[in-house]
Nanobody
Framework: QVQLVESGGGLVQAGGSVRLSCAASGRTFSSYAITWFRQAPGKEREFVAGISRSGIVSDYADSVKGRFTISRDHAKNTVDLQMNSLNSEDTAVYYC???????????????????WGQGTQVTVSS
């Protein structure tokens, strides 16, 4: 089992940057693929970016490619999401989630993930 806690959200101006962090507890962190999802008001939760348990494979939603970067630090048990060139469509609650997948696996579906953080709000003002 793994517990996840997100941090780093807040209010940012359009064009600005924010770095989110997902901290995991538990000695089996390296066994889990970690993915960031987001949910805007009135919309379904959607995939943003994910990284395999090995850290070798990452995947991004088309809407954030070239702007967001996901990374993980096994020593610190953290997965970060660097978000650049933010716009109003990035406003949402951001969640990190964990799933037991193969060493190079990243999945985009919400139902794949067994463990979730409480979420952190990111608001982009224009």
């Amino acid at each position: 089992q793994v517990q996840l806690v997100e941090s780093g959200g807040g209010l940012v101006q359009a064009g600005g940057s924010v770095r989110l962090s997902c901290a995991a507890s538990g000695r089996t962190f390296s066994s889990y693929a970690i993915t960031w999802f987001r949910q805007a008001p009135g919309k379904e939760r959607e995939f943003v970016a994910g990284i395999s348990r090995s850290g070798i494979v990452s995947d991004y939603a088309d809407s954030v490619k070239g702007r967001f970067t996901i990374s993980r630090d096994h020593a610190k048990n953290t997965v970060d999401l660097q978000m650049n060139s933010l716009n109003s469509e990035d406003t949402a609650v951001y969640y990190c989630a964990a799933a037991l997948l193969g060493p190079y696996g990243v999945k985009k579906t919400v139902s794949t993930y067994d463990y979730w953080g409480q979420g952190t709000q990111v608001t982009v003002s224009s």
